[in-house]
């Protein structure tokens, strides 16, 4: 027997394919909010003007990271999903949702905070 890990073909049985569908809608979804993040880091990177590198890095980097940890976690609650859907087992309610939620309430208010610093030197 070999190493490899059987296909997700192979596990279990065929779901209705409206739940397979619908599991790699919410995955596209993922990824175009990823690269949403991605696009909009690479923006404040270009376009805001700060009086310091380093702040428009600290606006800048943390979306960007975020899509690419989002783009990458994606992949896996699709596959976990569709593992389960396939074996009859619940869903894990584990994952970007409540993760995404959190770092852009961070990123809010950094962002926030920023904005009335940089309004107060003026």
Partial sequence: MSGRRASLRDVGTEPDPRFTFANERTF???NRTALALIGAGLAAARLLEFDSRFVRLLVALPPI???GVL???SYGRWH???R???LG???AHVGP???LAAVMTVIAV???VLLLVGALDR
Avoid: K, Q
Wanted: proline fraction near 8%.
């Fill in 28 to 30: 596209l979804a993922w």
């Fill in 84 to 86: 389960a859907m396939r």
């Fill in 71 to 73: 783009a990458a976690t």
């Fill in 65 to 67: 990271v975020l899509g």
């Fill in 110 to 112: 950094l962002l926030g």
């Fill in 89 to 91: 087992e619940p869903l």
């Fill in 80 to 82: 976990r999903n569709e």
């Fill in 97 to 99: 949702p409540r993760e």
